[in-house]
């Protein structure tokens, strides 16, 4: 799909591809079974510039696009989905809004050190009780003299434990339903604000996911992101650019895993052959494979549109689904073909499994995902 | 030290150790090999981006070959280089060592330096004869095998490794390193470098900017005929023997006294 990517796109993914193999692979097995956050790769990402690749340099980021970003959380995938959705949240949740609805304070204030990588972002807005209702807001925020005061608590919040900076969502005024949501730029260790219990997950188990709590929590009113009420309409359309992050991270998995697919069927041998010459595991492996090709071009299709200003909450959806039922499948599928050696934890398909399953369910189940589509095209 | 100049000299080459020979032509075969900047060509142009870090210098990095040799230059442009030379002349094809280093010291000549920086040898010729060729041709002083290299005022300090020991040389600028890995890790390109900066101009040497007589450059000029290329045939069958760890020992020993590859004592 190289035809798809400029001469800059091209020459960006050479440097990821050389940095996830020479920085990424070698810690992603400890992520995994020591729940270990790879702080000293998030350091480097940030050096290389790859914590603010899709801003222009003029508010503090690399000049890219959405498309090398995608590509960036795609090669890391490939090693790790932990470190892939470390960079995605804090990309796609955290900056990107303060980039779209931040004012000229708010974005010298908080984007600028997060481009440079000084800072880690994290978005809020899923609560115990609004997860795929996510209207449903619970917290609250209610302007006193200079401050509004937060109460309420989110749960499984990506990077949350690690984050300096917070999007939060709070109700301003319930009357209102969804029309009375905010956008709140929070820090950690804002009066009032407490960092929760660390999540023990499946997958994805180095990412830091916890739930925030809200008790009094003090929040300078200039850190209000856009206006009163307009909280539901910013996590949307933020949601939109992580959800084609989440499907990068979904196609890269898969693409890892087909990596390693095809290097066991050549090694592997049985009945004196490589098992790759059987047609059996052949016909696994072309569909496979495929399958992953058109997850990509619905992925890139959706990075494509966003840097053209023509996404549509279709578009992210479709890929977002698409890719990470790939995800699931394919790996489920390569470690069928590795047999007994791969419900082990010798080889790293079993992990790509389990890593697999979030992409199912975050950002919006899949299941959501289809009331998006369909509500698009049913007018 | 704004006015330091650095040359660096890269070479593009194979990505590969298992680089094939084409049985009949008796050349390397490219074709579906990625290519890359050689290894220690990296170390030097760290070496060289250390230097400007810290004093701050202007870098150059120069090399030869095809059009196609325009990838490691975009990838220094990337890394912080300042300034890229592309020599590539039809005529230049076929180049030895001496030929080559001549040519690449003309344009080191043109361009101006303080210090020239290149990488101990290329993983597809391995000759470790060019860094120094292109000192000679300068008539400038050569330190080959850098580890660690230092500034301080005129002159260079390096320490160089030999066989079994490390040897520490200074001489005065201008002079030419060659590098080796041991010297640092080469640093990642930077995203921000790659966007907006990504068409730097390239200056293109060919022969109408270098001007040499087309009898003494490419295979022509070149002094060096290499006869064969042939890829070494599979060593034959070893013995096996089964036996305890002293039989082993005693075996080897009464082999080795047999081939006389070692002295009775």
Redo the contacts between chains.
């Keep these: 799909m190289d035809y798809l990517l400029t ?2 796109q091209l ?2 993914r ?2 990821f591809r ?2 996830a193999e020479k920085e990424v692979k070698p810690l992603a097995q400890k992520v995994d079974e020591d729940e270990y956050f790879p702080t000293e790769t998030v350091e480097k990402m940030a ?4 914590m603010g ?1 899709p801003f222009p ?1 003029e508010v503090g ?5 959405y498309l ?1 970003y995608i590509i960036a959380v795609e090669e890391i995938a490939k090693y790790c989905a932990t470190t892939a959705i470390i960079l995605s949240a804090h990309t796609s949740l955290c900056c990107y809004p303060i980039y779209m609805w931040g004012t000229e304070h708010q974005k010298e204030k908080y984007l600028r050190p997060l481009l440079r990588g000084e800072y880690l972002g994290a978005f809020a807005l899923t609560e115990p009780n609004a997860g795929s209702d996510a209207g449903n807001q619970q917290t609250t925020a209610k302007l006193v003299g200079d401050y509004y005061v937060l109460n309420g608590s989110k749960v499984f919040i990506t990077n949350g434990g690690k984050a300096d900076v917070f999007i939060v969502f709070a109700m301003t005024d319930k009357s209102k339903g969804t029309k009375g949501i905010s956008a709140f730029i929070v820090e950690k260790g804002f009066e009032g604000f407490k960092i929760g219990k660390p999540e023990r997950k499946l997958g994805i188990r180095g990412s830091s996911t916890t739930e925030l709590i809200f008790e009094d929590c003090k929040v300078p009113k200039e850190n209000l992101l856009g206006s009163e009420g307009m909280g539901f309409k910013i996590a949307l359309q933020t949601l939109d650019g992580g959800r084609i992050g989440v499907g990068a991270q979904a196609l890269g998995i898969a693409e890892g895993a087909i990596a390693e697919v095809l290097k066991y069927v050549k090694e592997r041998k049985q009945f004196s052959k490589p098992i790759g010459s059987f047609q059996g595991i052949q016909w696994y492996i072309a569909d496979m494979i495929t399958k992953t090709e058109a997850a990509k071009l619905l992925v890139y299709n959706a990075a494509l549109k966003k840097d053209r200003g023509i996404l549509t909450s279709a578009d992210a959806a479709m890929a977002k689904k698409f890719a990470s039922d790939v995800a699931m499948e394919v790996t489920t599928q390569a470690v069928q073909i590795f047999g007994g050696y791969g419900y082990t934890k010798d080889y790293p398909v079993e992990r790509m499994m389990r890593d697999a399953k979030i992409t199912q369910i975050y950002e919006g189940t899949n299941e959501v995902q289809k009331m998006v589509i369909a509500s698009h095209y049913i007018k | 030290m704004m006015s330091f100049r650095i040359i660096v000299f890269a070479k593009q080459v194979p990505d590969t150790t298992e680089v094939r020979v084409d049985p009949i032509k008796g050349t390397l075969i490219r074709d579906g090999v990625k290519s890359i900047m050689n290894p220690e060509d990296k170390n030097a142009l760290e070496v060289a981006l250390q230097l400007k870090d810290k004093y701050g210098a202007k870098v150059t990095v120069i090399t030869m070959g095809p059009p196609s040799a325009e990838a490691i230059l ?2 220094s442009y ?1 890394m912080g280089a300042d300034e890229a030379v592309l020599i590539t002349d039809p005529l230049y094809a076929g180049s030895d060592t001496w030929v080559t280093s001549m040519i690449l010291a003309k344009a080191a000549q043109m361009m101006g330096f303080d210090l020239i920086l290149t990488g101990r040898q290329a993983i597809d010729g391995d000759t470790a004869q060019v860094g120094i060729e292109i000192a000679e041709h300068l008539k400038i002083p050569v330190i080959a095998y850098a580890v660690d290299l230092k500034i301080e005022g005129e002159r260079v300090i390096v320490t160089r490794e030999l066989d079994n020991t490390y040897e520490v040389v200074s001489t005065r600028i201008p002079c030419l390193v060659t590098c080796t890995k041991e010297l640092n890790k080469p640093r ?9 900066y ?1 068409d730097r101009p390239i200056s293109i040497f060919n022969n109408s900017v270098l001007k040499f007589d087309k009898n003494e450059v490419g295979l022509v000029g070149s002094p060096t005929k290499v006869r064969r290329t042939f890829t070494k045939g599979p060593k034959e069958q070893g013995t096996i023997f089964n036996g305890t760890a002293d039989e082993a020992a005693e075996l080897i020993l009464s082999k080795l006294k047999a081939e006389k590859l070692i002295s009775e004592q």
Aim: no cysteine; charged share 35%.
């Design positions: 001469k800059e020459l960006a050479e440097l050389e940095f050096e290389i510039g790859m690749i340099k980021g690399a000049g890219g696009d090398t | 975009r990838e990337a990642y390109m930077r995203v921000e470098n790659i966007f907006g990504f």
